[in-house]
Protein backbone atom coordinates (compact mmCIF):
# COMPACT_ATOMS: atom_id res chain seq x y z
CA UNK A 1 0.00 0.00 0.00
CA UNK A 2 1.18 3.56 -0.70
CA UNK A 3 0.31 6.77 0.64
CA UNK A 4 1.17 9.33 -1.20
CA UNK A 5 0.24 13.41 -2.02
CA UNK A 6 0.47 15.79 -4.64
CA UNK A 7 -0.95 18.22 -6.95
CA UNK A 8 -4.53 17.98 -8.60
CA UNK A 9 -3.32 16.71 -12.14
CA UNK A 10 -1.92 13.79 -10.58
CA UNK A 11 -5.43 13.04 -9.05
CA UNK A 12 -7.26 13.00 -12.18
CA UNK A 13 -4.62 10.45 -13.64
CA UNK A 14 -5.15 8.20 -10.44
CA UNK A 15 -8.68 8.27 -9.71
CA UNK A 16 -9.85 6.38 -12.06
CA UNK A 17 -7.22 3.40 -10.42
CA UNK A 18 -9.63 1.12 -8.48
CA UNK A 19 -6.72 0.26 -6.13
CA UNK A 20 -6.04 4.24 -4.73
CA UNK A 21 -8.91 6.04 -2.99
CA UNK A 22 -8.00 9.94 -3.79
CA UNK A 23 -8.59 12.48 -0.87
CA UNK A 24 -8.75 16.33 -1.20
CA UNK A 25 -7.07 17.65 1.61
CA UNK A 26 -7.31 21.86 0.14
CA UNK A 27 -7.58 21.66 -3.63
CA UNK A 28 -10.31 24.16 -5.31
CA UNK A 29 -10.01 21.21 -7.61
CA UNK A 30 -13.50 19.57 -6.78
CA UNK A 31 -14.32 15.88 -7.98
CA UNK A 32 -12.89 13.72 -5.38
CA UNK A 33 -13.67 13.08 -1.52
CA UNK A 34 -13.28 16.36 0.16
CA UNK A 35 -11.40 15.87 3.71
CA UNK A 36 -12.98 18.79 5.43
CA UNK A 37 -10.19 19.42 8.20
CA UNK A 38 -9.00 23.07 7.40
CA UNK A 39 -9.09 25.08 10.35
CA UNK A 40 -10.36 28.33 9.95
CA UNK A 41 -7.54 30.23 11.67
CA UNK A 42 -3.93 29.38 12.76
CA UNK A 43 -5.55 28.14 16.25
CA UNK A 44 -3.78 30.44 18.08
CA UNK A 45 -0.55 28.59 17.75
CA UNK A 46 2.77 30.42 18.22
CA UNK A 47 5.08 28.37 16.83
CA UNK A 48 5.37 25.45 14.23
CA UNK A 49 5.13 23.10 16.72
CA UNK A 50 2.40 24.55 18.75
CA UNK A 51 0.53 24.66 15.59
CA UNK A 52 0.95 20.70 15.25
CA UNK A 53 -0.69 20.13 18.72
CA UNK A 54 -3.07 22.42 18.57
CA UNK A 55 -4.11 20.66 15.03
CA UNK A 56 -3.93 17.43 16.07
CA UNK A 57 -5.94 18.39 19.02
CA UNK A 58 -8.58 20.46 16.67
CA UNK A 59 -8.83 16.81 14.34
CA UNK A 60 -8.93 14.53 17.36
CA UNK A 61 -11.16 16.16 19.53
CA UNK A 62 -14.18 16.49 16.84
CA UNK A 63 -15.96 12.80 15.76
CA UNK A 64 -16.43 14.01 12.56
CA UNK A 65 -13.35 15.35 11.74
CA UNK A 66 -11.56 12.09 13.04
CA UNK A 67 -13.84 10.07 11.26
CA UNK A 68 -12.34 11.75 8.21
CA UNK A 69 -9.11 11.04 9.31
CA UNK A 70 -9.78 7.73 10.28
CA UNK A 71 -10.49 6.63 6.75
CA UNK A 72 -6.81 7.04 5.42
CA UNK A 73 -5.55 4.41 7.60
CA UNK A 74 -8.76 2.57 7.27
CA UNK A 75 -7.79 2.41 3.41
CA UNK A 76 -4.56 1.19 3.75
CA UNK A 77 -5.38 -1.23 6.61
CA UNK A 78 -7.43 -2.28 3.45
CA UNK A 79 -4.85 -3.04 0.97
CA UNK A 80 -5.59 0.19 -0.98
CA UNK A 81 -3.24 3.07 -2.06
CA UNK A 82 -4.33 6.54 -0.74
CA UNK A 83 -3.88 9.26 -2.74
CA UNK A 84 -4.25 12.96 -1.07
CA UNK A 85 -4.64 16.01 -2.84
CA UNK A 86 -2.78 19.26 -1.77
CA UNK A 87 -2.71 22.12 -3.93
CA UNK A 88 -0.48 25.50 -2.73
CA UNK A 89 -3.33 27.72 -3.89
CA UNK A 90 -2.04 30.85 -1.59
CA UNK A 91 1.25 29.53 -1.53
CA UNK A 92 1.80 31.09 2.28
CA UNK A 93 3.54 29.97 5.04
CA UNK A 94 0.33 28.87 6.83
CA UNK A 95 -0.60 26.64 4.40
CA UNK A 96 2.74 24.80 3.38
CA UNK A 97 2.52 24.42 7.41
CA UNK A 98 -0.53 23.18 7.72
CA UNK A 99 0.12 20.61 4.87
CA UNK A 100 3.22 19.76 6.60
CA UNK A 101 1.08 19.26 10.13
CA UNK A 102 -1.25 16.93 8.65
CA UNK A 103 1.36 14.89 6.72
CA UNK A 104 3.46 14.71 9.84
CA UNK A 105 0.10 13.78 12.09
CA UNK A 106 -0.50 11.06 10.06
CA UNK A 107 3.15 9.83 9.61
CA UNK A 108 3.42 9.85 13.23
CA UNK A 109 0.18 8.66 14.37
CA UNK A 110 0.51 5.49 12.43
CA UNK A 111 4.08 5.63 10.95
CA UNK A 112 3.72 5.93 7.18
CA UNK A 113 5.75 7.39 5.08
CA UNK A 114 3.88 9.57 2.63
CA UNK A 115 5.46 10.50 -0.25
CA UNK A 116 5.27 13.12 -2.78
CA UNK A 117 3.89 12.01 -6.32
CA UNK A 118 4.02 14.57 -9.03
CA UNK A 119 4.48 12.54 -12.23
CA UNK A 120 3.43 8.93 -13.49
CA UNK A 121 7.60 8.10 -13.17
CA UNK A 122 7.09 9.06 -9.31
CA UNK A 123 3.88 6.62 -8.92
CA UNK A 124 5.85 3.56 -10.17
CA UNK A 125 8.76 3.72 -8.61
CA UNK A 126 7.65 4.66 -4.80
CA UNK A 127 7.75 1.88 -2.45
CA UNK A 128 4.91 0.34 -0.15
CA UNK A 129 4.42 1.63 3.18
CA UNK A 130 3.07 -0.09 6.45
CA UNK A 131 1.66 0.56 9.64
CA UNK A 132 4.42 0.66 12.50
CA UNK A 133 3.77 -1.44 15.56
CA UNK A 134 2.85 0.92 17.12
CA UNK A 135 0.95 2.12 14.21
CA UNK A 136 -0.98 -0.64 14.17
CA UNK A 137 -1.99 -0.17 17.96
CA UNK A 138 -3.13 3.24 17.41
CA UNK A 139 -5.32 2.32 14.35
CA UNK A 140 -7.20 -0.43 16.64
CA UNK A 141 -7.86 2.20 19.17
CA UNK A 142 -9.24 4.31 16.71
CA UNK A 143 -10.84 1.54 15.03
CA UNK A 144 -12.32 0.99 18.19
CA UNK A 145 -13.49 4.75 18.25
CA UNK A 146 -14.51 4.57 15.17
CA UNK A 147 -16.94 1.98 15.45
CA UNK A 148 -18.80 4.04 18.76
CA UNK A 149 -18.75 7.19 16.87
CA UNK A 150 -20.73 4.71 14.00
CA UNK A 151 -23.17 3.46 16.22
CA UNK A 152 -23.81 6.49 18.42
CA UNK A 153 -25.06 8.39 14.82
CA UNK A 154 -26.13 5.37 13.35
CA UNK A 155 -23.72 5.77 10.04
CA UNK A 156 -23.70 1.97 9.28
CA UNK A 157 -27.35 1.53 8.56
CA UNK A 158 -28.42 1.49 4.98
CA UNK A 159 -31.58 3.87 5.38
CA UNK A 160 -29.16 6.58 6.96
CA UNK A 161 -26.64 5.63 3.67
CA UNK A 162 -29.42 6.24 1.18
CA UNK A 163 -30.50 9.57 2.73
CA UNK A 164 -26.53 10.51 2.20
CA UNK A 165 -27.01 9.63 -0.78
CA UNK A 166 -29.81 10.85 -2.08
CA UNK A 167 -28.84 14.83 -0.39
CA UNK A 168 -25.55 14.36 -2.40
CA UNK A 169 -27.83 14.09 -5.64
CA UNK A 170 -29.78 16.64 -4.87
CA UNK A 171 -26.63 19.31 -3.96
CA UNK A 172 -24.58 17.81 -7.40
CA UNK A 173 -22.71 15.61 -5.87
CA UNK A 174 -23.76 13.02 -7.65
CA UNK A 175 -26.51 13.14 -10.76
CA UNK A 176 -28.00 10.23 -10.03
CA UNK A 177 -25.86 8.27 -12.27
CA UNK A 178 -24.05 6.27 -9.45
CA UNK A 179 -23.07 3.01 -11.32
CA UNK A 180 -21.58 1.00 -7.68
CA UNK A 181 -20.34 1.92 -4.44
CA UNK A 182 -16.71 1.03 -3.22
CA UNK A 183 -16.22 0.37 0.04
CA UNK A 184 -13.21 1.70 1.53
CA UNK A 185 -13.03 0.55 5.61
CA UNK A 186 -16.17 1.81 6.76
CA UNK A 187 -16.77 4.72 4.39
CA UNK A 188 -18.78 4.73 1.07
CA UNK A 189 -17.23 6.45 -1.58
CA UNK A 190 -19.52 6.54 -4.29
CA UNK A 191 -18.37 6.65 -8.32
CA UNK A 192 -19.78 7.70 -11.60
CA UNK A 193 -19.07 6.23 -14.96
Known sequence: MKLMYGPPEMAEYLKNNANVMVVNFNSLKQGFYELNLLPLNALGAVDEYDFDLKYLSY??????????????????????????????????????????????MIQVRYGFNPCSVNTIEDYSIIKETDFAPYGIVNFDEDSTRYVKIAERYNLQNPEYRNYVERQMIKEGYLDGETVGTQTVGNWYTYYIE
Open 59 to 104: VFSDDFRFCQIYSIPSAIFNAKDVFIVVDYVLHSDWEYNLVESFLK
